[in-house]
C-alpha cells in the first residue's frame, strides 16, 4: 500500500500563490492532483505520468498552475499562481500504481492512492 504525504496549502488573497507537495512511500505511474469544493464533485486539477513524461492540466487551470515531480523520489508539486476565491477547496494527491490511458487520468476512477488532503483558502 503506497502512502501519499501532503504538505503545503493554506490561505492566501486574490492574486496570491501557493505551492503544494506530495511524497508517495513507494513506486507509482502517476501522480496528480484533484480538488473539492463543498458541495462540488472532485474536479481534475493537473497529473503528471512519468516515463514521457506526460503532464495534463484541468481546463479552469490556463497556465495559472505547474506541476512538476521527480519520479526518482516519487514526488509531485503543484504550483499556484494568480489564485481566486473560487480556487478554494480542499486539494488532494492521488497517484496511480499502473500505466492508465492518457485521456483516462483527468477522471478519479484510474488512481489507485490518495492522499488526506489540505485545505487552499483564498480570499477575495
Known amino acids: 500500500q503506497v502512502q501519499l504525504i501532503e504538505s503545503g496549502g493554506g490561505s492566501v488573497q486574490a492574486g496570491g500563490s501557493l505551492r503544494l507537495s506530495c511524497a508517495a512511500s513507494?513506486?507509482?505511474?502517476?501522480m496528480g492532483w484533484f480538488r473539492q469544493a463543498p458541495g462540488k464533485e472532485r474536479e481534475f486539477v493537473a497529473t503528471?505520468?512519468?516515463?514521457?513524461?506526460?503532464?495534463l492540466y484541468g481546463d479552469f487551470v490556463k497556465a495559472r498552475f505547474t506541476i512538476s515531480g521527480d519520479k526518482a523520489k516519487n514526488t509531485v508539486s503543484l504550483q499556484m499562481n494568480s489564485l481566486k476565491p473560487e480556487d478554494t477547496a480542499v486539494y488532494y494527491c492521488?497517484?496511480?500504481?499502473?500505466?492508465?490511458?492518457?485521456?483516462?487520468?483527468?477522471?478519479?476512477?484510474?488512481?489507485?492512492?490518495w492522499g488526506q488532503g489540505t485545505q487552499v483558502t483564498v480570499s477575495s
Open positions: 503528471i505520468r512519468w516515463g514521457t513524461p506526460n503532464i
Open positions: 513507494g513506486t507509482t505511474y502517476t
Open positions: 492521488a497517484a496511480d500504481k499502473e500505466r492508465s490511458a492518457l485521456s483516462y487520468l483527468r477522471r478519479p476512477e484510474p488512481y489507485d492512492y
